[in-house]
Nanobody, 126 residues
Framework: QVQLVESGGGMVQAGGSLRLSCAAS????????MGWFRQAPGHEREFVSA????????YSTNSVKGRFTLSKDSAKNKVYLQMNSLKPEDTAVYYC???????????????????WGQGTQVTVSS
């Protein structure tokens, strides 16, 4: 089993920044692809950003490109989502996820992921 714990959420004004962290623990024997999703009230959960198992490739949804940066510290089994120039529409619960299969290099579908964190709230006020 793998456990994922997110941290770093909070409330910030529009234009501000937050850095989310996700720590993976448990039966981790090799690097995995990891991703972030978010769910706003009344909306379905959507993909935000993902990083390949090697950490060499990332992909983000268009709405956050140029503002969010995903990085990985494999030695610490952590990923970080640096969020800059935040907008009120970024308000959501953010979830970290881990893909234990090395089938998709940069998984963007919820179905690709096996383990999920409990989520952390990000609120951006205007």
């Amino acid at each position: 089993q793998v456990q994922l714990v997110e941290s770093g959420g909070g409330m910030v004004q529009a234009g501000g920044s937050l850095r989310l962290s996700c720590a993976a623990s448990g039966r981790i024997f090799r690097n995995y692809a990891m991703g972030w999703f978010r769910q706003a009230p009344g909306h379905e959960r959507e993909f935000v950003s993902a990083i390949s198992w090697s950490g060499g490739n990332t992909y983000s949804t268009n709405s956050v490109k140029g503002r969010f940066t995903l990085s990985k510290d494999s030695a610490k089994n952590k990923v970080y989502l640096q969020m800059n120039s935040l907008k009120p529409e970024d308000t959501a619960v953010y979830y970290c996820a881990l893909d234990s299969d090395r089938i998709v290099v940069i998984p963007t579908s919820e179905d690709d992921y096996d383990y999920w964190g409990q989520g952390t709230q990000v609120t951006v006020s205007s």
